[in-house]
């Protein structure tokens, strides 16, 4: 019944994190298209599009969080039910399989944040520049998410393997 109780507080904390990704995207979505198309300021238009993209980003993977994370649940429920050992075995396989992806995707953008700090000063042109501020705006959200999320899985990783031991 722990494990139950662990993996409901994972989920809840995902769900969380998925509401609070849609609401600061959607406050920050609508003022932002005013300020772009009322300003002529080239560097502002260059941080549109990454901008945009995250923006995206947070309500799409903000949604996918909401929407599939309690139907997830709802089926972890399920088969513990049945039987619980395999489907310990399966999360905590499920577990490690995510911590690695979020090493790898947390390099990726820590990588792409510093390339992109490069290339704001190879750049003259404000448009490029602007590009590339928001691309470093655009990478370093994409950590900031994949930080909480990575940490919220290994705790609970943690938590199911001392649980289980």
């Known amino acids: 019944m722990i494990f139950l109780q662990q993996m409901q507080l994972w989920t809840e904390g995902d769900v969380l994190q998925g509401r609070w990704m849609i609401g600061i995207a959607l406050i920050v979505l609508l003022p932002s298209i005013l300020l772009v198309f009322k300003n002529d300021n080239p560097i502002l238009h260059g941080m549109w599009i990454p901008l945009f993209l995250l923006l995206l980003m947070n309500i799409g ?6 929407l599939s994370k309690p139907k997830s649940m709802k089926q972890t429920q ?4 049945k039987n619980p050992t395999q489907t310990v075995e399966i999360v905590l396989r499920n577990m490690k399989q995510a911590d690695k992806s979020y090493r790898i995707t947390k390099l990726l953008w820590a990588t792409f944040m510093a390339i992109s700090v490069m290339l704001y000063f190879v750049f003259t042109k404000d448009y490029f ?3 590339t501020l928001g691309l470093m705006i655009m990478f370093f959200g994409m950590l900031v998410i ?8 290994k ?5 199911i393997n001392h649980i289980n031991t």
């Not at 993977?61 to 909401?66: A, Q, R, S, T």
């Open 129 to 131: 520049r602007g590009l």
């Open 155 to 159: 705790q609970a990783m943690e938590t």
């Open 146 to 153: 994949d930080t909480l999320l990575h940490q919220r899985v």
């Open 61 to 66: 993977y903000g949604g996918y969080l909401v």
């Open 78 to 81: 399920v088969q513990y039910e």
